[in-house]
């Protein structure tokens, strides 16, 4: 089955450039295509009309609420134009609360000194919202390439009860084979009530292999 398109609008100040790289590229490896302005405008495209084009087309914004947001030419406008084409909007409160038009919408903090466990639900609010599939999770999490990014998944996974058998044993497999999976201090509590909670359902050969780590 095709997945359906889930487009993420990251609207920010080039300022904050590296918090919406770092969203960006958490949110592509579950699947869902996000959008900043300073990566993915060619040069040769006028870029305002790219960037309303591209609000049409997106299914949310995330607006990085900080000084440098506040004090943009560029950001207020974009979640104007979101608002008016009925784009919902997920603010992140990393330096500021939501303000004007935005206060309508719920924010979700963003501390620089907890950014893992901020990164992990954000993603799981935005999986939840476009309903990204267990496939789409599973995949992410087998290929995890860090100790991060597999504590990150594993967050994703315990908190779904979706997840057919296969499902389950491809989760246990990757934790088995995949070093910066059973390497992760952050996955391991999590992947061990999520394998007792999933017992019945895993391949013995599977099981005993978990057993061992």
């Known amino acids: 089955m095709v997945e359906k398109s889930r487009v993420v609008f990251i609207s920010h100040s080039h300022r904050d450039h590296k918090i919406a790289d770092l969203i960006k590229y958490d949110l592509e490896r579950f699947g869902v295509s996000a959008f900043i302005a300073h990566v993915d405008i ?3 495209l006028e870029w305002r009309e790219e960037i309303v084009k591209q609000l049409e087309a997106c ?7 900080t ?3 506040r004090e943009s030419k560029w950001t207020d406008q974009e979640c104007g134009i979101a608002i008016s084409k009925g784009k919902p909007i997920l ?10 038009f935005l ?3 719920q924010a979700q903090p963003w501390e620089p000194m907890n950014v893992a466990q901020r990164r992990g639900e954000l ?8 309903a990204v599939s267990p496939e789409v999770i599973v995949r992410a999490f087998e290929k995890s390439d860090s100790w991060e990014d597999a504590g990150i998944a594993a967050r994703l996974i315990v908190d779904r009860t979706d997840f057919k058998p296969e499902h389950v044993n491809r989760i246990a497999k990757a934790w ?10 952050a996955a391991q509590p999590m992947l061990d009530t999520f394998f007792d909670q999933h017992e019945s359902e895993m391949d013995p050969k599977i099981r ?3 057993l061992r780590l």
């Open 42 to 44: 060619a040069p040769s």
């Open 59 to 65: 299914n949310l914004v995330i607006a990085l609420l």
């Open 67 to 69: 000084t440098a947001f």
């Open 91 to 100: 603010p992140l409160a990393i330096e500021l609360m939501p303000y004007g």
């Open 103 to 105: 206060e309508q919408f």
């Open 123 to 130: 993603i799981r609010n935005v999986t939840d919202r476009l």
């Open 176 to 185: 088995v084979e995949n070093g910066q999976i059973n390497g992760s201090f």
């Open 208 to 210: 005993s292999r978990v």
